[in-house]
Structure formats: C-alpha cells, structure tokens
C-alpha cells in the first residue's frame, strides 16, 4: 500500500535561513509526488509536484523539491526563509490509475523566527 | 478564476445533533472529492465523484456519513448523528484533468 512519511512533525529555523523538509513515499511503481502548504484556516495550496523527468523540481514562493527513487525520498527546500512561510507542510503522493486519490503524510508545521 | 468554495467555514454542534457541508468545485471540474482532516494529521479522502457518480467511497463511513453530488456540480456531505470523534476539518477538492487537485477552505467541525 502506498504511504508517505514526514519524520518532522515540526521544525524552527531563523528567516533567512536555508530550509530542508523531509518525506520518504512507498510506492510500488514510478510515484506522482506533491508538496502542499496549508495556513491556519485555509485550505491546501499546491507548491510544486514531480510526474517524470527533471528530478529537481521547482515550484512557487521560492521552493523546490528533488525526487530520489533510490532513497525513495522527496525533499522539499528552500534556500532563504521568509516569516510568511511559517506554515504547515504537506508531501503527498498519488495513488495507482488515474483516480487522483491523494495519500498524504502527517505533515510539518514550520516556525520561523526572527 | 473562481477557487473551491465551501461553506460554511465553521461548524459547532452538539453530538447526535446532524450536520451538512456545501461544496461547489471550480467550473469544469469533473472530479470532486472530500477529505477529512483531523488535528495534526494529513487528509485522508472520504469519497470521490465523476461527475455526479460515487466511484470511491471505501473510506466513508456510512452508517451515518452521506454524500451527493446533483447534476455533477455542486455537493453536500452530511453526517447524521455526529459523535465527538466527527471533529475535523473537512474539506473539498477538484481537478479536471491530470492529478492536480485545488482545495477549498475547508469547513472546520466541533462536535460537543
């Protein structure tokens, strides 16, 4: 079955500082990868996803995200922090066919500190 | 282009008490899931449409879980009786083609 792992549940760090979120996936075949961003009270929004080719993908607000099939892991970083991207943080990957279906970690809420 | 919209956006109840949520899914958007959304945890889907068919509703419960999704557009999640454990975020999600999915706001649930 496919699932997603955030080892993180939170992490600090100080604005301007790099940032590196973790997720490993299990999935049984080439995966379709996301990050979403989730503020308080708001819904999810998308901010980059990886189908095939470049494994480093980049996506809005500054983040990218490498695809590594032989560590089965999609990282999501960020060079230089901003107090706005204190949030939470969400990889999720897709199901098999073409149903869509999202299977999602347990996320990471990020604290920026000035 | 208009986003997913929800309503309401909260929701405190009493427990046995029933309780509906509204979606309406960007324009074009064939499918259409919810997700429920408890404290600290990712989403996990309840039931997604094609057009106005229920093609996964595995993960609903539905001995007092209902969904409906008239004329393929809008649609209505309801849960009847609510129990303390129903308290969540529930949100909506469409997409047209692909897997990219766009979230609505969500519809956060307080059950006392």
């Known amino acids: 079955a496919q699932s997603v792992t955030q080892p993180d549940i939170h992490i600090t760090v100080s604005e301007g500082a790099s940032l590196e979120l973790r997720c490993n996936y299990s999935?049984?075949?080439?995966?379709?990868l996301f990050w979403y961003v989730q503020s308080p009270g708001q819904g999810l929004q998308l901010l980059l996803k990886y189908f095939s080719g470049d494994t480093l993908v980049q996506g809005i607000k500054g983040f990218e995200a490498e695809f590594k099939r032989s560590q089965s892991s999609f990282n999501l970083r960020k060079p230089s922090v901003h107090w706005s991207d204190a949030a939470e943080y969400f990889c999720a990957v897709a199901g098999s066919s073409n149903t869509g279906k999202l299977i999602f970690g347990q996320g990471t809420t990020l604290q920026v500190k000035p | 282009e208009a986003g997913v919209v929800q309503s309401p956006r909260y929701k405190i109840i009493e427990k046995k008490q029933p309780v509906a949520f509204w979606c309406n899914p960007i324009s074009g958007h064939n499918t259409l899931y919810w997700y429920r959304q408890n404290l600290g945890q990712g989403p996990e889907l309840l039931i997604r449409y094609e057009n106005e068919e229920a093609v996964d509703d595995s993960q609903l419960p539905k001995d007092r879980f209902s969904a409906e999704r008239l004329k393929g557009v809008d649609s209505t999640l309801k849960i009847q009786p609510a129990e303390l454990g129903d308290s969540a975020v529930y949100l909506c999600?469409?997409?047209?083609?692909?897997?990219?999915?766009?979230f609505g706001p969500g519809t956060r649930l307080t059950v006392t």
């Open positions: 999935y049984g075949a080439t995966p379709y």
């Open positions: 999600a469409s997409r047209q083609q692909g897997y990219e999915q766009y």
